[in-house]
């Protein structure tokens, strides 16, 4: 009866165009990756989502998540992230990933008041040189905007009789432009009424 199954070879076919072997891709694209999956077995319904990581998840989610901040090679950081195997361990990786994200934010803005400090202590440099570069770069600080160009837009209302005859005043002034009248309505004007 099922005869037929012992001589059947299917056809292979390359079937991975979209798909990149684990060594070949960077640790972003595995974490990605796993995202990915998680949002797909979340629509599937397959993932409780009040099921919270347990102490091995999150283990596995702060190693994942130390390697990919720091210097670690890819190889190390590959293996971390394969030990990330529930949707609860992605999930927590996600939210630390996405928390340093928002610290990092807050750190360039403490950098950012720390370095606009001590251009300001530098203006008070006893060497005229520093004190002219420390001066610059403070005029170059977006909020002081000393060295940038402006634009000031103005809107003013004008009908379009007052356009045309402003376009055509720059038109005469810069490329000696002559008003032109059709003559058809110069010999209507100027027929006797029969």
């Known amino acids: 009866m099922l005869e037929h199954l012992i001589d059947f070879e299917p056809e292979v076919s390359d079937n991975s165009h979209g798909f990149v072997s684990l060594e070949k891709s960077t640790p972003s694209q595995t974490v990605d990756a796993k995202v990915n999956t998680l ?8 993932v409780d989502t009040d099921k919270k990581a347990d102490e091995l998840d999150t283990q596995h989610a702060r190693k994942a998540f130390a390697n990919l901040v720091s210097a670690t090679p ?15 361990a992605v999930r927590h990786l996600v ?8 610290e990092f934010v807050e750190r360039a803005k403490e950098l950012r008041g720390y370095t606009v400090a001590k251009i300001l202590e530098e203006c008070e440099n ?12 403070l ?22 009789a007052e356009i045309d005859s402003k376009i055509k005043e720059k038109l005469n002034r810069f490329m ?19």
């Open 39 to 46: 949002d797909w077995l979340q629509q599937l319904g397959a």
């Open 74 to 88: 890819d190889e190390i950081t590959h293996t971390s992230l394969a030990e990330i195997k529930t949707p609860q």
């Open 95 to 102: 939210t630390m990933l996405t928390a340093y994200d928002w």
């Open 126 to 137: 006893p060497s005229a040189s520093i004190r002219l570069k420390a001066l610059a770069l």
């Open 139 to 160: 005029g170059k600080v977006t909020e002081v905007g000393l060295f940038t160009d402006k634009i000031e837009v103005k809107k003013t209302e004008m009908s379009d």
């Open 176 to 194: 000696g432009v002559v008003d032109v009248t059709d003559v058809g309505d110069v010999l209507e004007t100027q027929r006797p009424n029969a």
